[in-house]
Structures are given as C-alpha cells and as structure tokens.
C-alpha cells in the first residue's frame, strides 16, 4: 500500500509499505477520504500537536472507509461495512478516565498523532473506535466526523442557551461548523469575524446572522451597530493573540469565551484581571473530541449540518505535502486527501 509518512519538520514521503496485520479486536479500513487537519500542520511544521508525535509517524486522523477485514473477536461490524474512525485510544484505566476525563488519558493513543492514521490507502484501528455512517452519507462527509466532534465539545464547552448571541472568530472549517452548531442550540444571533471575503460569504450561506471584516472594521463598534447589545458568547477558532484578547473586551458580564484553536505551546495572551474579576467572565479551554464521535455521526447520518460547501479541494497522497506547505491552497479551506483516488460519491 502507498502511505504518506512524516520524518520530521517539513519531510513527508509517499513511499510503500506493508498491508497492516490486524489483532483479535481489530479491523482494517480501505481508507476512502481523510481530512487535513490544522493539528497536521502543526506536527509539520514541527511543533506540538494535540500529543507528542514522534515520526515515522503516518499522519491523518479524521477518515472514513470501507472495512476489508475483521478480527476474529469482532462483532460489531463486517466486511464491506461503511464507517469512520474515533482517533482517541483511551486505555480506560487511569485516574482521569475512572473520573469520566476521558479526553485527559494519562495513556492516550491517538491515531493519526502517536498511532500510524489516514494518509495512507490501509489503517487497522481497534473496532471498538468505529463508528457506521449511512449509505446516504458520503466518505467525504465522513470524514469531518472528528471534526465535528470537536467542534461538539467547544459547543458544550461554549454552553450556549436558547436566545444566546454568539460571536465566533475565524471562518475556517471549525469556525463554521461552531456557527452552524449555535444556531441548532438556540442562539437568536450568530455573528463571525474573518477575514477572508470568501469565507465570510460561506459564513452567509451558512447562516450567520452579521459578519465582520475585521481588517477593515472594529468588531465591537460593528457588533453595536448591528443590535448586538449583549453578546453571551465568545468562540475564538483562530489561536490569535490579539483575537483571543479582544473576546475578554467584547463579551457581556457573566459572559463566556471558549479558547478553541490549538496554538503554540509556549503562546501567551494579556489577561486583564480586573476585567475578568469585574465581568465575572468564564474563559474555558476546549480539548479535542473526547466523547462526541456517536453524536457527530449522528448529526451526518440525519444530515442536519453542512460539512463540505467550505472544503477548499481533495488532493492525492502525493499532494498532501504541497496542501501543508502551501498557505495559499489552505487559504480555499479545508483539503481532504483521498489515498485510494476518487471514491465516486
């Protein structure tokens, strides 16, 4: 099989290797579609990813397949079943997993990230981290499963209610499934910052009630005008400095800021004390997908959001380097590699 395989900072080479040997409790997926992710940029560029990776690694954690072969302790699928892949591997063992902190596994497997994952035309994972979609969903739509997961939890994080104004900055792909996840928990008004002229008229299409260039406007003076008095919500998407400070400013008293993006290990941001102190502000971190995978499925399976209007295109394996090292092409939006060619849906 033709896998895409990351050395080190900027080193990846589609080169061939053996089938994967599955276990007892294993399966095998023909992978049909596999999402870029901005936590493969980082580990490209050489930085930390969500976990610690340490190459050879095949890259690529938000995929779809087809199954071509079982372990012989296997019961909850069969071959030719359709599927995608929870990427998290918790041991279920540790204090944080005993304590319902799954997503905080002292011992976490992540495929993609410290377990060889979807840039590649085969991926065995343990059957238990599957999950089916159906016939009706494509292998594309598939694959944003782990991405909309996360985007679950920063929703749950971000705990919005029935009338909310929220405001999201970035229009990327996690920007715009977070917009599109707060009008279906109630918000009366969504607003997004970005820009990209191209996004935000995806932003439009999706919904948002006021978008925002803030290149060319001052976000809290364009939120004023536009009857946004209170904002009760704040998602930063982007993993700025300047956009995550500038959340504290524009949300309300007892108002809360969900700090989503994954940034720099050592990035810092200006807290205001006083500010938060006399806000009484909740500002909350959001860490990956650690239990949302069934209901992300769920929502693909009744198709009750849009995942694929703000891709930017699909690419080969061999295209996959040119996609993580080229800021123009991730500017179109989100790529999605597919290691077996087109899966004709």
Do not use: W
Not at 9 to 17: G, N, P, S
Not at 56 to 78: D, W, Y
Not at 246 to 259: C, F, N, P, S
Not at 315 to 337: D, F, H, M, N
Request: with cysteine; aromatic share 6%.
């Amino acid at each position: 099989m033709k896998s895409a395989v990351f050395y080190g900072r900027h080193d990846i080479r589609v080169e061939e290797r053996p089938i994967p040997q599955i276990g007892p409790e294993e399966v095998l997926i023909k992978v049909m579609a596999c999402g870029v992710c901005g936590s493969d940029l980082h580990i490209y560029e050489g930085d930390q990813g969500s976990t610690t990776t340490v190459p050879p690694l095949v890259q690529g954690h938000e995929f779809s397949g087809v199954v071509t072969e079982v372990g012989s302790a296997v019961t909850n699928c069969q071959v030719g079943d359709r599927v995608c892949v929870d990427p998290a591997d918790n041991c279920n063992d540790c204090y944080y997993c005993a304590s319902g902190m799954m997503g905080h596994c002292e011992h976490m497997g992540a495929i993609g990230t410290n377990i060889d994952g979807g840039f590649s035309q085969y991926c065995k994972v343990k059957a238990r981290l599957i999950h089916h979609l159906a016939d009706s969903v494509t292998f594309v739509e598939g694959a944003m499963a782990e991405p909309l997961a996360c985007c679950i939890n920063g929703a749950d994080r971000s705990d919005i209610k029935v009338g909310d104004n929220v405001v999201v900055y970035g229009g990327g792909m996690i920007g715009l499934l977070l917009l599109q996840l707060a009008r279906l928990k109630g918000a009366s008004r969504v607003a997004l910052v970005e820009p990209v002229e191209e996004k935000r008229e995806s932003a439009r299409r999706l919904g948002a009630d006021l978008v925002i260039d803030p290149v060319h406007q001052n976000v809290k003076t364009a939120l004023l005008e536009n009857g946004f008095f209170h904002v009760q919500v704040v998602i930063e998407t982007c993993g700025r400095r300047d956009t995550s400070e500038e959340a504290m400013d524009i949300v309300d008293r007892r108002g809360t800021v969900v700090l989503f993006a994954v940034s720099a290990v050592d990035a810092a941001i200006d807290l205001k004390t006083y500010q938060l102190f006399q806000k009484e502000l909740t500002v909350k971190g959001s860490y990956c997908s650690p239990y949302d995978m069934g209901r992300a499925v769920e929502l693909l399976n009744a198709h009750r959001l849009d995942v694929t209007s703000m891709l930017g295109g699909m690419e080969p394996l061999e295209g996959l380097s040119e996609v993580l090292a080229s800021p123009q092409k991730r500017a179109k939006g989100k790529y999605v590699i597919l290691p077996n060619g087109n899966p004709g849906e």
